[in-house]
């Protein structure tokens, strides 16, 4: 019954390390706006207006990369039209790829813990 239970958990953990990688590349595909461009001005993308901080998140998870867009900015009151390509949001920093290492590295001595010490439950729950 024990062997059952440590095979459960290392299917567990490969699941989630699966699920994880998933997660990863799903980050690298998340289109957003160049860096010139102030989220804060924006009030309208193509013909879809934004109401509320949730909407311009929204409007961008149903966009391409590549995609060309038309970007309404509000500065002193009055718009402007801008023409954007959409561009990867973490094209501009390293962020998933720094917590990626971290969370393998994490990971790595969560295994190696729990291939050492299966019996204990420290060991488990570290893992």
Known sequence: MKRLFYFLSLIAGLLIILISIYGFFCLRQRPGLPQRINEKKI?????IK??????????LSQKS??????????DNGKINKTQVVI??????VPFPLIYFVIGVFCFI???AVFLLRPEETKARIFY
């Open 43 to 47: 009030i309208q993308i193509d013909e």
């Open 50 to 59: 934004i109401e509320k901080e949730k909407d311009f998140d929204f409007i």
């Open 65 to 74: 990369i590549g995609e060309p867009s038309t970007v309404y900015l509000k």
């Open 87 to 92: 561009i990867p949001y973490y094209s501009q």
């Open 109 to 111: 001595i969560g295994v």
